[in-house]
């Protein structure tokens, strides 16, 4: 039983695979079949030349083989390229093409390098024209002569959208008309003419089919469609790299094209001039491209109102002018590559999602841009030369602030000036908020000044300041008049000893100690008191300046009562600048009382420094030491001084 069930197995496998065989050895026949008979039509008597190939992309393992006079590119069952068409194979490519009528598979013909005169094109575009082909593509058109009237019959076709590249005619006398007017009539929805030096297209007869066309890279001008009402279907005009100048005209083009949506301007000549008459654009039109044209701040004035897209990238535009324009539904606009200053507002752009204004001469942007236009979503703003500013940390803090709203940062955000921070990226660029508030700075500086004031006021009144510039000025205008009164006599002559400084209420001590034992002890001692030297009419200050100049030494009577006197504070800075002045040791001080440290007043810091600098000369309270005292006192002030009889004081036989 099971020896039976496998032997039925193995004979159906067979017969399966017999049949297969069978099944595959007809297709392939019959396919082989067809396309030598077609070939055989076109094969020339006596050819010798080289067979061509027409594939059969549908088989991996078989391919007929002919002689053609063009190249077979693809062959599919909806496609079809061939190239190297010309006047003398043209009739075998219509009699191909004539093979495919409406119902047959091909769908898409592509014609490479034909070299074919008007007549043979227009056959070839009637065949086309009759058959199931719906997109043909015509790429280098060449040798196009002849050019004459031709009654084309556009009944019956499957033709969507015709292509053509490359166009060269060499007839030079024919009707403009004759050309245009069978591709102007193409009851067809899309129609492309590139590249092909094309000066003129004329408006069709009826309303037409058409919803798109392609006129790119040709010669038309402001004449193209003036006045023409019979575009009512066209949705999509690209006219990019032509010769139009008037954006105005332009407008007036489209205005009867009730259905237009997208027109593409680029690359042409165009500018406006404020002065010009009112634009009026097709009301349908929600996308526009005016890049690399020649146009200016004015081209706000000529926009269609209802615009939703529009690029003018590339232009010469320097401001966009508050109020200028009112475009409500705009959504993207285009400003790259003009030469803005500033980010433009939104005051005339409420709807507006994304900004692109890369490539200008923006220094500092505006740090309010995020707040007047709320709604944009992404803000396109680098290679811009940026000025890396407190203005532009405030644009930054902001940029963090409104999350990724700026595309391509960091790395199109740069520093251009100044120069020490050329090539800084934005993000790592920092000032801080003292040298960037100015609010903050003046409060600050001015904090700072009341500091400074304060202090300095709290050290004029602590040093007694006041009063050493109030000495200093005394002290160097009685230089001065004693320099003016009497020249000849600067140079100082020293006429006593030593000049006594002390309190009136130390003056019995003076007077009955100090003086009786320096002038009528041993030696001639001549001391200079205030009382007997001083000369009447002279000012205080003028006095005790002259009499610590002409005294060898300045004798200080130390004591609680001396740092209370202000007369003796004068005679104490005097002869301490002379001390600095002179580069001399003429200073002796003799301290009559202890005096306390709090005693003695603040602003007397020179007291202080010299008590604990100098040596002084304490009067002993024991009248034992009190020889020694004098004894020392007067070696300090020993000095031989010329007297008026012509000898010296301070003489010993």
């Known amino acids: 039983m099971t020896e039976n069930m496998r032997s039925l197995r193995n004979f159906f496998l067979y017969k399966c695979l017999f049949a297969l065989t069978f099944w595959n050895h007809i297709s392939l026949s019959m396919a082989n079949e067809l396309f030598k008979s077609v070939s055989n039509d076109f094969l020339e008597d006596g050819s010798d030349k080289k ?196 954006l105005s005209k332009v407008s007036f083009m489209t205005s009867r094209m009730k259905l237009l949506q997208y027109l593409d301007m680029s690359n042409n000549l165009l500018s406006h001039d404020a002065a010009d008459v009112q634009c009026r654009w097709a009301e349908s039109l929600t996308e526009l491209d005016l890049s690399s044209n020649q146009l200016t701040d004015s081209v706000f004035e000529c926009l269609p109102v209802n615009i939703k897209k529009l690029n003018l990238q590339n232009n ?93 940062w960091p790395e199109a955000y740069v520093c251009e000036y100044p120069e020490d921070l050329r090539g800084t990226q934005l993000k790592d660029f920092h000032l801080t908020e003292l040298a960037c508030n100015t609010t903050l700075l003046l409060v600050t500086a001015l904090l700072l000044t009341l500091v400074l004031v304060a202090v300095v006021a709290f050290l004029c009144i602590y040093l007694d300041v006041p009063w050493y510039v109030q000495m200093t000025w005394q002290w160097t205008q009685t230089k001065r008049r004693a320099w003016h009164n009497h020249p000849e006599e600067q140079e100082t002559v020293l006429q006593f000893h030593a000049f006594i400084s002390y309190s009136e209420r130390d003056s019995l001590w003076v007077k009955n100690e100090l003086i009786p034992n320096l002038e009528k002890g041993e030696g001639c001692v001549q001391l200079c008191q205030h009382e007997r030297n001083f000369i009447p009419g002279k000012s205080i200050v003028e006095n005790i300046i002259n009499c610590i100049e002409k005294s060898y030494k300045s004798i200080f009577v130390l004591s609680p009562n001396f740092v209370q006197s202000e007369w003796c504070h004068y005679e104490l800075y005097f002869a301490h600048h002379k001390l600095f002045s002179e580069n001399s040791n003429s200073l002796i001080l003799i301290l009559l009382e202890p005096i306390p440290q709090y005693v003695v007043p603040a602003r007397y810091h020179k007291l202080k420094a010299l008590m604990a600098k100098r040596t002084y000369l304490e009067w002993p309270k024991e009248r034992s030491k009190r020889a020694l005292f004098w004894a020392n006192l007067r070696a300090a002030v020993s000095i031989n001084l010329p007297m008026a009889d012509g000898q010296w004081c301070g003489e010993t036989d």
């Open 51 to 246: 067979i061509k190939s027409l594939p059969l992309l549908y088989t991996n393992s078989h391919q007929s083989k002919a002689n053609f006079d063009w190249v077979v590119i693809q062959n599919t069952t909806e496609s079809l390229s061939l190239s190297e068409i010309t006047n003398d194979n043209v009739k075998k490519l219509v009699a191909l093409l004539s093979n495919f009528r409406q119902g047959s598979r091909l769908q898409n013909l592509t014609l490479t390098n034909m070299s074919v005169d008007w007549n043979a094109l227009t056959e070839v575009f009637q065949t086309v024209w009759h058959s199931s082909i719906e997109y043909l593509n015509i790429n280098s058109l060449t040798q196009l002569l002849d050019i004459e009237s031709y009654d084309f019959d556009y009944s019956g076709t499957s033709m969507k959208a015709l292509t053509i590249k490359k166009v060269l005619i060499t007839d030079l006398y024919f009707s403009q008309d004759d050309l245009y007017k069978i591709f102007a009539d193409m009851n067809i929805e899309a129609l492309t003419i590139a590249e092909s030096e094309m000066i003129h297209m004329l408006c069709p007869l009826s309303n037409s089919p058409f919803k798109y066309l392609n006129f790119l890279k040709n010669d038309l001008t402001d004449l193209l469609f003036q006045n023409c009402d019979k575009l009512v279907q066209l949705e999509k005009l690209i006219l990019q790299k032509n010769k139009f100048e008037s």
């Open 316 to 408: 010469q535009i320097t401001s966009v002018t508050k109020g200028m324009a009112e475009l409500k539904s705009l959504q993207e606009l285009n400003l790259a590559s003009n030469r803005l200053a500033d980010l433009p507002g939104c005051s005339g752009f409420m709807s507006l999602e994304f900004l692109n204004i890369e490539m200008n001469l923006i220094l500092t942007p505006s740090a309010d841009f995020f707040q007047s236009c709320p709604s944009v979503k992404e803000l396109q703003a680098g290679y811009n030369p940026f000025k890396c500013s407190c203005e532009l940390q405030d644009f930054i803090r902001l940029k963090r602030q409104s999350g990724g709203k700026l595309l391509h």
